[in-house]
């Protein structure tokens, strides 16, 4: 029988602070206005944003890390110790954070509760891996209690602005994904695998949202009245998904293409998918000429790893200089581009910086992974995962600088249905092509200028 802390008694009794989970930004794409502007003034920055990019950070980044421990489980894979401590460590950037807010203890309490379900989660692969068809049906059954309790435990700790029942649905809806990604996986239906591990990683910035806004709205001074539920704080989030998801995703697709793995041009696929959100979003204003032109741009990056991947595996040196070269080459050329849509609101020099690190944390996972440095590879994959997130609020930051009045609006945008846990109604795009619509055909211009003389050169 499994122990349960009395986490109604433990939280009922402590403050919540406004230190909790308050981010880091990549210092090269971070907004340079500061992190305590006037609350009259239009920002992606605020306490409240801030608290919702954290836990998106860590919540998206525990799904992620979860299915991919879960396959490494499954095949017996060399690296499968070091990707299980990345998501332990994942565990353990909560509980830090709750740890210096309310002490070591309630830290360690909270670190067992958020591992219980981690660990049914274990139970399931390793029954798989088994055949054990019991053992399976028990790793589920602990999962459906832990969701009860777990909801019941939430709802009281917001003072009942999360139901347990909306609550114990998008947790279902946790459950059912990271299990139905495994069990495609395993049964070979690799496009289903990826498909719901993309949204795994969606589902979490619901619940992002969800948690964020009961949390600022039971304790609104220790967050300065501020809201994470604006269409400011809306496009940062769609931004850090789709940014972090690419990084995620490349990384498996590269580790794959190292591998030979029989699944690896379903990552591929998957990691192509993500591209095109990004375009789908703007051929949606633009049209399509302006979209396909915006996903050759993006998809460019992309097939220079693709090239360092393959230089890799033919062990050609000369190939992999040339695949890094041409990166370089495209990181100065895309920080340009930004730097002219935003007006120099994205300094291209400080993009460019932004740009490299993406590159040197791709690369250098990849490079530890084939050379069998597992614990390095998934430090980097870590770190590529969280700078996104600086990107994310760097080029929000400037489009809302650039477009205050498109995201003034004082009234709070939706809610995920399930309160803590449901995608969002609009597929994470609306906020994005909102975003570039504001920007005007200026910016459009510019867009293709660039493109063609690129194409010139």
Do not use: C
């Not at 998206?60 to 401590?85: C, I, N, P, R």
């Amino acid at each position: 029988m499994t122990h349960r802390v009395n986490w109604k008694k433990t939280f009922a009794a402590l403050p919540l602070s406004a230190a909790l989970l308050i981010p880091t930004a990549s210092p090269a794409f971070a907004d340079h206005h500061g992190d305590h502007e006037q609350m009259d003034k239009v920002t992606v920055t605020t306490p409240a944003a801030d608290l919702r990019a954290t836990l998106d950070h860590y919540l998206s980044e525990h799904a992620y890390l979860a299915v991919v421990t879960m396959q490494k489980g499954l095949e017996g894979g060399e690296d499968f110790e070091q990707a299980a401590a990345a998501l332990q460590a994942n565990t353990k950037d909560l509980s830090g954070a709750v740890g210096s807010v309310y002490g070591e203890e309630a830290g360690s309490q909270f670190e067992d509760l958020w591992s219980e379900h981690i660990g049914y989660f274990v139970d399931y692969v390793k029954a798989t891996a088994e055949d054990d068809d019991e053992g399976r049906q028990a790793a589920l059954d602990n999962l459906d209690d832990y969701r009860q309790d777990f909801s019941s435990f939430m709802e009281s700790a917001t003072g009942e602005r999360l139901e347990a029942s909306a609550l114990a649905e998008g947790l279902q809806m946790h459950v059912d994904q990271l299990v139905g990604a495994f069990d495609s996986y395993e049964e070979g239906d690799f496009d289903e695998a990826y498909e719901n591990l993309r949204m795994s990683i969606e589902h979490m910035y619901g619940v992002g949202k969800g948690l964020s806004t009961a949390i600022t709205d039971q304790f609104p001074e220790k967050f300065e009245n501020t809201t994470p539920a604006t269409p400011a704080a809306d496009l940062r989030a769609d931004l850090n998904h789709l940014l972090s998801e690419h990084a995620a995703l490349a990384v498996l697709a590269m580790q794959k293409g190292g591998d030979g793995a029989e699944d690896f041009e379903e990552a591929a696929e998957a990691l192509s998918h993500n591209t095109e959100d990004l375009s789908a979003a703007i051929s949606s204003v633009y049209g399509e000429e302006a979209g396909a032109q915006f996903e050759d741009m993006w998809s460019e990056h992309i097939g220079y790893f693709v090239d360092y991947v393959k230089a890799t595996g033919n062990d050609d040196e000369q190939a992999k200089e040339e695949a890094l070269k041409a990166l370089d080459g495209y990181r100065q050329e895309f920080s340009k581009f930004l730097d002219t849509a935003t007006e120099g609101k994205l300094m291209a020099e400080n993009t460019a910086e932004g740009l490299q690190m993406h590159v040197q944390q791709l690369t250098g996972s990849f490079d530890n992974y084939v050379n069998g440095d597992y614990e390095m590879a998934y430090e980097q994959v870590r770190e590529a995962y969280g700078h996104m997130y600086g990107v994310g609020k760097g080029l929000s930051g400037a489009i809302v600088e650039q477009n205050p009045d498109m995201f003034a609006s004082d009234m709070p945008s939706e809610m995920p249905k399930t309160g803590l846990g449901g995608t969002s109604d609009d597929g994470g795009l609306n906020a994005w092509m909102i975003a570039f619509a504001s920007m005007g055909m200026a910016v459009l211009a510019a867009f293709i200028g660039f493109r063609r003389k690129q194409d010139q050169a």
